[in-house]
């Protein structure tokens, strides 16, 4: 990782996936509460993700990710990373919520038999893809927190999944009060507060037709101070 770390606590790469539909009163996004036990974020509503995991990056979910999502996800991170985070946005979707992001497999596309995680997939003839994907924030744990990541968060229609969206019965669990939340009630949820930030960008985009070229922010906190950029 060519990221500078914090002493106190190893920042992780990690990903999140906002999965986002047209409800009857506005957008709605995806959301479930974390344990009261979790190490990370007790009791917080939050949108399904998780750190990267080393089998991510045999996944090839990545080319279809629009080239400026590509590009902007490569800026200050280890080469490659753009394939691996966005495989990882899509396992973490599966994991908490049963959801499968993928498109018909094809004779072409890698075996996926062999890996555990996504059995799933192989099993409905479905490859993982990002293609719908759009690359949205990034943010990194401020220092002294247990633990701490460097967090890419990507938005992606409901359209996208494979199945029933309101079909939950396949999550494992890590995320409780699975339900699709209008984004404005979203707010008066328990939420950490980057989730907050991140839905106030959500919204902005929603409502910008020429949102693919919105820049995305970044709340670097990678040393003492504070940093908010634009990549």
Known sequence: MVMEQSADTPIRDAATLIAWRTGASGPEVLMGQRGDKAAFMPSKFVFPGG?????????????????????????????GMAGALASAAIRELREETGLLLGRPRRQDDPALGGLEDWAEFASASLYPTAAAMQFVFRAITPPGRPRRFDARFFLVPAAAVCGDPEDFSKSDDELSHLQWVPLQAARAL??????????????????????????????????????????
Do not use: W, Y
């Open 190 to 231: 328990d939420l950490p507060f980057i989730t907050g930030i991140v839905l106030s960008e959500v919204a902005a985009r929603l409502a910008d037709a020429a949102a693919d070229a919105r820049p995305v922010p970044f709340f670097d906190n990678r040393g003492q101070h504070s940093r908010f950029l634009m990549l």
């Open 51 to 79: 750190r990267v995991d080393m089998g991510d990056a045999a996944v090839t979910a990545a080319p279809g990710l629009p080239e400026i999502c590509t590009a902007r996800l490569a800026k200050e991170a280890a080469p």
